[in-house]
């Protein structure tokens, strides 16, 4: 079956960054597109950009432009999302997932979520 | 950037009864949307996509409907397993993709 597993917990000063990463099982690593996505408390969802797991070609939301970076490895199928100059807005849970056949817009599989916290 | 309004914020409903959720986007988005659940502490969990097709697995008591800006989330005969915060995302113009703020169902 498909899982996604993500990397844990995060504490970060405001001006560092962070990596989180997420591997994938149970497909063909390269086959889907990989997408990132996080929820500050009390917010909606907000997409943050995607990954051609096979192409390893990006997309980024405009907002997290010049900020973001989303690479992947194929040898040990996993995506990696990296956030730089974090400030306290950026405290939030960062997930990861996967989108469903014909590079379909939905979500099926998700990683179960990385805590970010920012704080001095 | 499509903004995706949901409504009510709160829903409250006893079990056994109907839940009806409304999401409008701000343009059209012909029938690219999906509908997750979300419980705390766990990843969100797709229900239906393409508006009105249910994701594998997913109890039939779980309905979609509306295309363009308009879009309903039924769910028939309310469980105890299915209160939980309901969001909304456009996949049809993109980037960003888009979610709604979530409908939040309470045990009334």
């Known amino acids: 079956q498909v899982q996604l597993v993500q990397s844990g917990a995060e504490v970060k000063k405001p001006g560092a960054s962070v990596k989180v990463s997420c591997r994938a099982s149970g497909y063909t690593f390269t086959t889907y597109a990989l997408h990132w996505v996080r929820q500050a408390p009390g917010q909606r969802l907000e997409w943050m950009g995607w990954?051609?797991?096979?192409?390893?070609?990006?997309k980024y939301s405009q907002k997290f432009q010049g900020r973001v970076a989303i690479t992947r490895d194929t040898s040990a199928n996993t995506t990696y999302m990296e956030l730089s100059s974090l400030t306290s807005e950026d405290a939030a849970i960062y997930y990861c997932?996967?989108?469903?056949?014909?590079?379909?817009?939905?979500?099926?599989?998700w990683g179960q979520g990385t805590l970010v916290t920012v704080s001095s | 950037e499509i903004v995706m309004t949901q409504s009510p914020a709160t829903l409250s409903v006893s079990p056994g009864e109907r839940a009806t959720f409304s999401c409008r986007a701000s343009q059209s988005v012909s029938s690219n949307l999906a509908w997750y659940q979300h419980k705390p502490g766990q990843a969100p969990r797709l229900l239906i996509y393409g508006a009105s097709t249910r994701a594998t697995g997913v109890s039939a008591r779980f309905s979609g409907s509306g295309s363009g800006t308009e879009f309903t989330l039924t769910i028939s005969s309310l469980q105890s397993e299915d209160f939980a915060v309901y969001f909304c995302q456009q996949y049809d113009k993109w980037p960003p993709y888009s979610f709604g703020q979530g409908t939040k169902l309470e045990i009334k």
């Open positions: 997932a996967r989108v469903g056949p014909y590079s379909s817009g939905w979500y099926p599989y």
């Open positions: 990954i051609n797991a096979g192409t390893g070609v990006t």
